[in-house]
């Protein structure tokens, strides 16, 4: 099974023939003279707004939603949709609130408003904690997951995957912003465009094992009667997996929590926009929450097919490993039934996904490691010249630590539900110190640095004291427990906040006015069309 045919081997070989030579030609065309770092990290005002949201997408989908998404709606259905299709409404909400007050202030890091904002030790503190993010949580849950696949589909091992995958992810980073911005753009052509064949192949292999030929929808209404349960979008307390989806959490609680941090405060998703004017931003901004509409369809559906056909007694041997129903191997194993040449697509695709969101990643975390770390405490005076190049030594060697740590990670179950669930120890903590940092003057330097240090340990406790205290102490889904961090951590600053003077906590504040939050028609009119589709995807399956 774990083979390519000569026709696969073409197709994922003009793909990255396509890549190179597109990323090359981006490199040359538009390198400038001055060797600017804010060009190298930014690509500062060169990004077209479907670049922008294109780049925002393929950054954001990876192989955590081909393998590990797949593999949750295998386990518990189509609400795991959830996160993208709330994320398709928070990117609204980033584009409105959040974005305006970052070009405004020409904010280009989020330790650089941290800094700005309160002072250089909250700003240090939160640059340490997103770089191990970046590197230990993202980076190597991303290479697992896509080495995982690549050695189920492919005659590479596991290993040999791994090495590959970074490689490939550091050629095109090292190009800079303006290469991966664009090189994103056909990244995100591929990925939709492979995994919209896939999903449309397993519908028709559904379709065809229950006797009705090759008929998609006939696939889908066989979905709906074969597994009823897997169309459920709010789980209430009764449901094995309320854990993973607590109930109304996925709309209001933690879930919004989780996609804010994410989408509003997070980098290597932010920094597509920092570059650009306000309306070329949001435009991008909104273009991908439609593309995020999309995700569930080339990312849950495939899983709740191989549901479907392992319920039926087909694939039991590779849906397991050792014994073990492993549901992240849904995805691997309905890319081995594709035909040759569709296998290659379908390749092709998660390598772009993968090697797009590693190549996001790692840019960001070179510009905070650059900015934020080396000039500002080992040499102020750093050129431009000298801060690219740390910038892709800072990709090097973010690479190849992930690459080390990723065999560590064989053990898991769910890929998906570990990424959100320790990327979550630290949203909870960074949302409220922004968030209060933007739209209250109040917020003290005190009140952050609380927040800053006490959102890891706070989440770690509330993890753990049901272990601690034999089941004493409430054990909540993890979604829940970012809800908590997150009100304690917003009263701890409250108070803290206000038991020092005004004017000393006015001392820094940004510059907010509400004219800044004021929309074109055409973006208003986009955002009630997607929050149009949402409520209607949200009632029919709720």
Not at 99 to 111: E, Q, R
Request: glycine letters at 8%; charged letters at 10%; aromatic letters at 14%.
């Amino acid at each position: 099974m774990n083979h390519l045919d000569i026709a696969d081997y073409v197709v994922f070989f003009i793909y990255f023939i396509a890549i190179a030579g597109y990323g090359y030609y981006i490199y040359h065309k538009k390198k400038t003279t001055s060797n600017s770092a804010k060009d190298f990290f930014l690509a500062e005002g060169s990004l077209t707004w479907w670049a922008i949201g294109a780049s925002l997408i393929a950054s954001n989908i990876s192989a955590e939603h081909f393998i590990g998404m797949s593999g949750s709606g295998f386990a518990l259905g189509l609400a795991i949709a959830s996160y993208e299709w709330m994320a398709a409404a928070t990117l609204i909400i980033v584009a409105i609130f959040i974005i305006p007050v970052y070009l405004k202030n020409k904010i280009f890091t989020m330790p650089q408003f941290l800094s700005k904002r309160y002072n250089d030790q909250v700003s240090t503190i939160m640059a340490v904690f997103w770089l191990l993010v970046y590197v230990f949580v993202n980076l190597t849950s991303i290479i697992y997951l896509g080495a995982l696949a690549i050695s189920s589909i492919s005659p590479i091992s596991f290993e040999w995957s791994i090495v590959g995958l970074s490689i490939f992810s550091m050629v095109v980073t090292l190009g800079g912003m303006k290469v991966i911005g664009y090189t994103d753009v056909i990244q995100v052509l591929v990925l939709i465009f492979g995994g919209l064949i896939t999903t449309y192949l397993a519908l028709s292999l559904l379709s065809r094992e229950y006797g009705f030929g090759e008929d998609i929808f006939k696939g889908l209404s066989i979905l709906r009667k074969e597994a009823p349960d897997h169309f459920h979008m709010i789980f209430d307390s009764s449901n094995k997996y309320y854990k993973e989806l607590p109930g109304l959490s996925v709309l209001i609680g933690g879930m919004l929590i989780n996609n804010l941090a994410y989408w509003g405060c997070n980098q290597y998703i932010v920094q597509r926009a920092l570059g650009a004017d306000l309306n070329t931003a949001r435009k991008g901004i909104l273009f991908a929450a439609f593309l995020k509409l999309l995700v569930p369809i080339i990312a849950v559906l495939p899983g709740i097919v191989m549901y479907v056909l392992h319920n039926k007694g087909l694939f039991i041997t590779e849906m397991s490993d050792g014994g073990v129903l492993k549901p992240d191997h849904a995805y691997p194993t309905l890319m081995n039934l594709l035909p040759a040449g569709l296998k290659g697509v379908a390749f092709a695709a998660l390598t772009a996904a993968i090697v797009a969101s590693l190549a996001g990643k790692a840019n960001s975390i070179s510009t905070i490691f650059s900015l934020d770390i080396y000039k500002k405490y080992f040499n102020k005076t750093a050129s431009d010249k000298k801060m690219v190049n740390v910038g892709r030594w800072a990709v090097v060697i973010s690479m190849l630590a992930a690459a080390i740590v990723t065999p560590s990670l064989k053990s898991l179950d769910q890929a998906y539900q570990f990424i959100q669930e320790y990327v979550g120890f630290i949203s909870p903590g960074v949302l409220a110190i922004f968030l209060l940092g933007f739209y209250w003057k109040r917020t003290t330097t005190a009140a952050a640095m609380t927040g800053a240090l006490i959102t890891i340990p706070l989440s770690t406790v509330l993890k753990f004291l049901p272990v601690w205290t034999n089941g004493a102490f409430p054990d909540y889904p993890f979604l829940d427990r970012m809800a908590i961090d997150f009100v304690v951590i917003v009263i701890l600053m409250i108070v803290i906040s206000l038991s020092r003077p005004q004017k000393i906590a006015n001392e820094n504040a940004i510059e907010v006015d509400t004219s800044m939050f004021k929309v074109s028609t055409s973006f208003a009119i986009g955002s009630i069309l997607i929050m149009g589709i949402l409520t209607a995807l949200y009632t029919v399956f709720w």
